[in-house]
């Protein structure tokens, strides 16, 4: 009858080999899983910095364009300005031809 009960000391060495498989087992997918969540994490955050970037030169492209067609702007109202300072009929009470030619550019 007494060898129909195992020996304790194999029910001891099989649980805990049990544990321990259990145990490498639950280690390395942990940090498996944390590797790959970390790469994932890191290309995501990679992917967003690029995107950011090429946001950023393209509003810093659109901002030197309004910047040139400003300039232009003020260039163009500073030439009709010093056309009109400079006009012969600007004292008359009525408007001359060039007057209203340089009014109509505006």
Do not use: N, W
């Not at 020996?7 to 060495?13: H, N």
């Not at 944390?34 to 509003?59: D, I, N, S, W």
């Amino acid at each position: 009858m007494l060898s129909l009960i195992p020996r304790p000391y194999l029910i001891l060495a099989v649980a805990a080999l049990c544990i321990a498989t259990a145990g490498i087992s639950f280690y390395r997918g942990y940090h498996t899983g944390a590797t790959l969540t970390e790469a994932r994490h890191a290309a995501e955050v990679q992917a967003a910095q690029e995107a950011t970037m090429k946001a950023a030169e393209a509003a810093s492209r659109a901002e030197s364009e309004r910047l040139a067609a400003q300039a232009e702007a003020d260039k163009l109202a500073q030439e009709l300005e010093d056309a009109a300072r400079t006009d012969p009929m600007a004292g008359r009470p009525a408007l001359g031809v060039d007057s209203v030619r340089r009014l109509s550019k505006r």
